[in-house]
Structures are given as structure tokens and as C-alpha cells.
């Protein structure tokens, strides 16, 4: 389970997240939508203390750190909890796609070479690279980078993986295939928080449905309920503006 | 006064004798600067308390004055430090142990570092951050991810400069003779001197040096194709 207390970020005079309270149970798919600027990948980004809030306190599983008083250990001993898949993958340019998976199983996890290598190679042939394990991530397309970066958050076997918005920098034809690995490690149980603007996704995937703006939750829900009958009118706005009712329906 | 041809053959030979010296001068100062160049460029970068203002001093003074100025200052300056410290601390030795060849190392040493910094510095600051990110999302500390996911890349950006470094302290190498370091220039003059042939014997140099440069290109070029082999695919 996750816990996110008060947190709260400024980048300057622009507060970004006002004091933002979320709980994630385990094995839930959880999606962030708000419009850009609304602090949610801000927020996702304070999970892995990639960004550092001002405020705030988080629980992952037995873990807790409080933001104000985080020392270094806490600092890395929170972001073993958790992986992060990128907008813009992220990959280790000079690694092969199985040293890119590798990698942490190696340096952080400690792992013998063999287990790592094991595990690494299941992990890209579950998201169904198993032919490309030896290429650079120059030589992939942009959706077969992604799912690289998916098997590599996967293989640290985190208790959280966070995605930052993981198709947004991908071509339309290759989105489907990005979120088919997604949607099929889901279903999986683990948990999962995602940023994305892709509503269909959405609704199939995440058993829950948190709406930001102005770096507040507005509202939040199971998928039938938020987009079903959303009960701010913001949301209902948005939800307007990113998915208009199809003119066929009556 | 004329050329003569045989001779510079012969003054090339002779050359050969002096080759070690320039080679361990320049090979001692671009392997210590690399190391000095690292160390400053990853202070500057993470502008580390007390150190910061130190290593930008550094940089500031050793690039805003010639590399000879750095060999005349260590060649005089260190004895007298040493010799201080020695009869202070009531220390059995003296200055006069240190080697000449040991003052173009220390000083070089310092003047490779200061330039190398700023080649190292920008080869780093060329990462991309977002490797730093996904090397901390995966649990690395900033030493490992330094180490394993930054560097290298940044090594392979700087490469091309780092071999011009690696020549111009090749050449530079020639400065040493002024501290009566008998390198590849002094000999020549050596040879000159004592066969009364000037123009045949730095002729010969000149072509001994252009041939380790070109063998230090090929070199690098080879490094690069090697170590740039992930950017094959041409795809960012």
C-alpha cells in the first residue's frame, strides 16, 4: 500500500501541489488525468523523489519517510520501492537492451550475473522482445525502447511502478502496443500509478481514477463513477474537452 | 648553406634516444590531468562547498597563462616549498632528489588538468539528464550512476577533444627542455648543435612528431568507432 500525506511542491512562486493526500492500495491501477501544468507528474516524480517536495510525508508498504527530514539512505532506500518508466524512455544509450534491464538487478540489487541475466531476459520476452535482447537502444523504435524501459522497471520487482505519461512521445501506430504490455502486467496485480491523456486506457485499465488541477485532486473515483457521472464541474469540463461524445450517440 | 638530405636520416635516429622521455611526459600529464580534469569538472558540476571557488580559481589561472609560466613557477617555486617544509618538519632530504623530468610531471600534470576540465565538463553536462533520472529510478546512488551510466557516455563525447589535449601536450612536451629535460626538440638541438646542421635536425623532429600525431588520430578515430558503436542505429 501507498500513502501520500500533505505533499506539497513549489518551483519558485509556483506551487505546484497543494498539499495532496493519496492512498493506493496494493495491486490497484491507478491514473492520474488532469491538464498539463496540473502537478501530476510532479507528483508521480516526489514518489521516486526525483523531485523533492517542500512537504509532505509517504508510505510505501512498511516504509514511511517524511519529506522534510529525508537524509540520503531514506532517500535511496525509497526509491528501491518503487521504478519509473519515461515519457522519453530513458534508456541507457551505450547498454544493449538486456544490460539495460540488467543493470539494476546488478549495481543495486546485487544479483549474480546469471540470475540477473535470467530474470532480464524473461522480463524482455515478457513484454515481447525476446529477439532484440542485444540491441542498442538506437536501433529500436520508439515503442520497443518504451517496452525495454517497462521490462526494466519490471525486473526490479519494485513495489510501485510509476509511469510518467509512457506513450505520449510515441507515434499513434506504436501506442497500441505499449499499452497492450501495460495492460497485460496489470493484470498481474502489480500496482501500478499512471499519468497518461489516453482515456480509453483508462477506463479499461485503472480500478482507479484521480483528477488533478491546479495541483489539487479534484476528484477522484472508481472509472464508471469519474466518467460515468463526474460530480465537479471541472472534471466534467475536461472530460468535455478530451473526449466529446461521440455525435452518434442519442 | 645548404640541405643535407642524408643527415636529417641520421639526426632522425638519433632522435629515437630522447623518444622515452617525450613519451612519459606526455603520457604522465594527460593521465594525471584526466584524473585532476575529472575530479574539477565534477566540483564544478555539483558545486561542491569550499572546493567549488578552488578548482574555478584553478581553471581561471591555469588557462589565463602559459604552460611554460606553469613549468618556470613549479621549476622554482617547488624547490623552495619543499626545502621549507623539509628543514621544518626536520625532513632528511632536499629538492635536489626530485628528478628534472619530475618538475614537467607535476607541472604539466597541472596544466593538462585545467584544460582536460573543461573537456570532461562538457562531455557530462552533453548527458542527457534524463539518464541521471532513470540511473536514480532504478535505485542507483549518484556515485553509481556516475560511474556506470554518465561517465562513459560523457567519454565518449569529449573523445575527439581529449585527443587534441592528448596532442597539444605531445607538443607541448617540447617545453621541457628549458628545464634541461632532454625530450625529442632538445636532442634535435643537441644534434644540431655539436653537427652544425640545424635545419636537417628539427626537420627530423618535426617529422617524428607529426608521425605520433598521426599514430595517436588513428588511434582515436578507432576508439571512437568503438566506443560510439551504440549510436549506430541513428535513431536519438
Same mark, same amino acid.
Given at each position: 500500500?501507498?500513502?501520500?500525506? #500533505?505533499?506539497?511542491?513549489?518551483?519558485?512562486?509556483?506551487?505546484?501541489?497543494?498539499?495532496?493526500?493519496?492512498?493506493?492500495?496494493?495491486?490497484?491501477?491507478?491514473?492520474?488525468?488532469?491538464?498539463?501544468?496540473?502537478?501530476?507528474?510532479?507528483?508521480?516524480?516526489?514518489?521516486?523523489?526525483?523531485?523533492?517536495?517542500?512537504?509532505?510525508? /509517504?508510505?510505501?508498504?512498511?516504509?514511511?519517510? *517524511?519529506?522534510?527530514?529525508?537524509?540520503?539512505?531514506?532517500?535511496?532506500?525509497?526509491?528501491?520501492?518503487?521504478?519509473?518508466?519515461? #515519457?522519453?524512455?530513458?534508456?541507457?544509450?551505450?547498454?544493449?537492451?538486456?544490460?539495460?534491464?540488467?543493470?539494476?538487478?546488478?549495481?543495486?540489487?546485487?544479483?549474480?550475473? *546469471?540470475?540477473?541475466?535470467?530474470? &532480464?531476459?524473461?522480463?524482455?520476452?515478457?513484454?515481447?522482445?525476446?529477439?532484440?535482447?542485444?540491441?542498442?537502444?538506437?536501433?529500436?523504435?520508439?515503442?520497443?525502447?518504451?517496452?525495454?524501459?517497462?521490462?526494466?522497471?519490471?525486473?526490479?520487482?519494485?513495489?510501485?511502478?510509476?509511469?510518467?505519461?509512457?506513450?505520449?512521445?510515441?507515434?499513434?501506430?506504436?501506442?497500441?502496443?505499449?499499452?497492450?504490455?501495460?495492460?497485460?502486467?496489470?493484470?498481474?496485480?502489480?500496482?501500478?500509478?499512471?499519468?497518461?491523456?489516453?482515456?480509453?486506457?483508462?477506463?479499461?485499465?485503472?480500478?482507479?481514477?484521480?483528477?488533478?488541477?491546479?495541483?489539487?485532486?479534484?476528484?477522484?473515483?472508481?472509472?464508471?463513477?469519474?466518467?460515468?457521472?463526474?460530480?465537479?464541474?471541472?472534471?466534467?469540463?475536461?472530460?468535455?474537452? /478530451?473526449?466529446?461524445?461521440?455525435?452518434? &450517440?442519442? | 648553406?645548404?640541405?643535407?638530405?642524408?643527415?636529417?636520416?641520421?639526426?632522425?635516429?638519433?632522435?629515437?634516444?630522447?623518444?622515452?622521455?617525450?613519451?612519459?611526459?606526455?603520457?604522465?600529464?594527460?593521465?594525471?590531468?584526466?584524473?585532476?580534469?575529472?575530479?574539477?569538472?565534477?566540483?564544478?558540476?555539483?558545486?561542491?562547498?569550499?572546493?567549488?571557488?578552488?578548482?574555478?580559481?584553478?581553471?581561471?589561472?591555469?588557462?589565463?597563462?602559459?604552460?611554460?609560466?606553469?613549468?618556470?613557477?613549479?621549476?622554482?617555486?617547488?624547490?623552495?616549498?619543499?626545502?621549507?617544509?623539509?628543514?621544518?618538519?626536520?625532513?632528511?632530504?632536499?629538492?635536489?632528489?626530485?628528478?628534472?623530468?619530475?618538475?614537467?610531471?607535476?607541472?604539466?600534470?597541472?596544466?593538462?588538468?585545467?584544460?582536460?576540465?573543461?573537456?570532461?565538463?562538457?562531455?557530462? =553536462?552533453?548527458?542527457?539528464?534524463?539518464?541521471?533520472?532513470?540511473?536514480?529510478?532504478?535505485?542507483?546512488?549518484?556515485?553509481?550512476?556516475?560511474?556506470?551510466?554518465? =561517465?562513459?557516455?560523457?567519454?565518449?563525447?569529449?573523445?575527439?577533444?581529449?585527443?587534441?589535449?592528448?596532442?597539444?601536450?605531445?607538443?607541448?612536451?617540447? =617545453?621541457?627542455?628549458?628545464?634541461?629535460?632532454?625530450?625529442?626538440?632538445?636532442?634535435?638541438?643537441?644534434?644540431?648543435?655539436?653537427?652544425?646542421?640545424?635545419?636537417?635536425?628539427?626537420?627530423?623532429?618535426?617529422?617524428?612528431?607529426?608521425?605520433?600525431?598521426?599514430?595517436?588520430?588513428?588511434?582515436?578515430?578507432? =576508439?571512437?568507432?568503438?566506443?560510439?558503436?551504440?549510436?549506430?542505429?541513428?535513431?536519438?
Amino acid at each position: 500500500m501507498i500513502e501520500l500525506k #500533505q505533499i506539497s511542491k513549489s518551483f519558485g512562486k509556483n506551487q505546484v501541489l497543494q498539499s495532496i493526500d493519496l492512498t493506493v492500495e496494493k495491486g490497484e491501477v491507478v491514473v492520474i488525468l488532469g491538464p498539463s501544468g496540473s502537478g501530476k507528474t510532479t507528483l508521480l516524480r516526489c514518489i521516486n523523489y526525483l523531485e523533492k517536495p517542500d512537504n509532505g510525508q /509517504i508510505r510505501i508498504g512498511d516504509f514511511k519517510l *517524511d519529506f522534510k527530514t529525508a537524509g540520503k539512505k531514506d532517500i535511496h532506500n525509497l526509491r528501491q520501492r518503487s521504478a519509473m518508466v519515461f #515519457q522519453h524512455y530513458n534508456l541507457f544509450k551505450h547498454k544493449t537492451a538486456l544490460e539495460n534491464v540488467m543493470e539494476g538487478l546488478l549495481i543495486v540489487q546485487k544479483l549474480p550475473k *546469471d540470475e540477473a541475466r535470467r530474470r &532480464s531476459t524473461q522480463m524482455l520476452e515478457k513484454v515481447g522482445l525476446a529477439a532484440k535482447l542485444d540491441a542498442y537502444p538506437s536501433e529500436l523504435s520508439g515503442g520497443q525502447q518504451q517496452r525495454v524501459g517497462i521490462a526494466r522497471a519490471l525486473a526490479l520487482n519494485p513495489e510501485v511502478i510509476l509511469f510518467d505519461e509512457p506513450t505520449s512521445a510515441l507515434d499513434p501506430e506504436l501506442v497500441g502496443e505499449v499499452l497492450d504490455v501495460i495492460r497485460k502486467i496489470a493484470g498481474e496485480g502489480i500496482t501500478m500509478i499512471v499519468v497518461t491523456h489516453e482515456m480509453g486506457f483508462a477506463r479499461d485499465v485503472a480500478n482507479h481514477v484521480v483528477f488533478m488541477d491546479g495541483g489539487v485532486i479534484v476528484e477522484e473515483g472508481k472509472p464508471s463513477e469519474l466518467f460515468g457521472k463526474p460530480k465537479e464541474e471541472r472534471t466534467k469540463q475536461f472530460l468535455k474537452r /478530451i473526449a466529446p461524445e461521440p455525435s452518434y &450517440s442519442i | 648553406m645548404s640541405l643535407d638530405p642524408g643527415f636529417i636520416w641520421t639526426a632522425f635516429l638519433s632522435l629515437f634516444k630522447a623518444l622515452p622521455n617525450t613519451l612519459y611526459i606526455t603520457i604522465v600529464s594527460v593521465f594525471v590531468g584526466f584524473i585532476i580534469g575529472t575530479a574539477i569538472a565534477l566540483i564544478r558540476i555539483y558545486r561542491i562547498p569550499v572546493l567549488y571557488p578552488l578548482a574555478s580559481a584553478y581553471v581561471l589561472f591555469i588557462r589565463g597563462t602559459p604552460m611554460l609560466m606553469h613549468l618556470l613557477l613549479i621549476y622554482f617555486g617547488l624547490p623552495i616549498i619543499i626545502d621549507g617544509l623539509a628543514s621544518a618538519l626536520g625532513l632528511g632530504f632536499n629538492s635536489t632528489v626530485i628528478p628534472l623530468i619530475g618538475f614537467a610531471y607535476i607541472s604539466f600534470s597541472i596544466t593538462a588538468g585545467a584544460y582536460m576540465s573543461e573537456v570532461v565538463r562538457a562531455g557530462i =553536462l552533453s548527458v542527457n539528464r534524463g539518464q541521471m533520472e532513470a540511473a536514480y529510478s532504478i535505485g542507483m546512488t549518484t556515485p553509481q550512476a556516475l560511474r556506470r551510466i554518465v =561517465l562513459p557516455q560523457a567519454l565518449a563525447v569529449c573523445l575527439p577533444n581529449l585527443s587534441n589535449n592528448l596532442i597539444g601536450m605531445l607538443h607541448g612536451s617540447t =617545453l621541457a627542455f628549458t628545464v634541461s629535460v632532454v625530450e625529442i626538440n632538445a636532442q634535435a638541438q643537441i644534434v644540431a648543435a655539436t653537427n652544425w646542421k640545424f635545419l636537417e635536425a628539427y626537420i627530423a623532429a618535426a617529422v617524428l612528431f607529426w608521425g605520433m600525431t598521426i599514430l595517436i588520430e588513428q588511434a582515436t578515430a578507432w =576508439l571512437e568507432r568503438r566506443i560510439n558503436k551504440y549510436n549506430r542505429g541513428g535513431v536519438a
